[in-house]
């Protein structure tokens, strides 16, 4: 594993943090008994949460409950939020197009969530790419021979 891949995950959980919080405070408006939030807003509120946890389990259950951990499931849960994080980013900033703010502080919040929903994109890429590249490196390298030549005895 390389040296650096867990500061990306540091790095990625206070992202995901920020984007949280972002995203909390655009959704508030929208809380009321008969309506709520557009679904774009709820997914990148989903994918915090969901970045959290796949955190969560990518970065310290090979530390502490190694029997859990499991390196295909970790690899396609960072595949799928890696997407998950591209196609929200995507539709928030095709959902509020290109705003012009001026001084109002909730455009500004939705400008950095969008900001902080593509840096988390590019972060999941680069552990999509070097987690695979090790995946496929130590495929096939196992431990024991499975050609054994057998025993001719007496």
Known sequence: MYGFVPIIHIV???FAIIELGLIGYIVTPFTGPW???PSV???LLFNSIWSLLVLA???LTPLY???VFHRIVSLALEWITMIFWFAG???LAVFWGSPHCGGDTYCGTVEAAIAFAFFLWALFLVLV???TIEAMRSRGHSTTTAHQTPYVGA
Request: aromatic share 20%; charged share 15%.
């Open 89 to 91: 980013a995507i539709a």
């Open 35 to 37: 309506w709520g939030p």
């Open 41 to 43: 807003e709820s997914f």
């Open 57 to 59: 389990y990518v970065g």
């Open 12 to 14: 990625a959980a206070v």
């Open 65 to 67: 409950y190694t029997r």
């Open 129 to 131: 790419v070097v987690d």
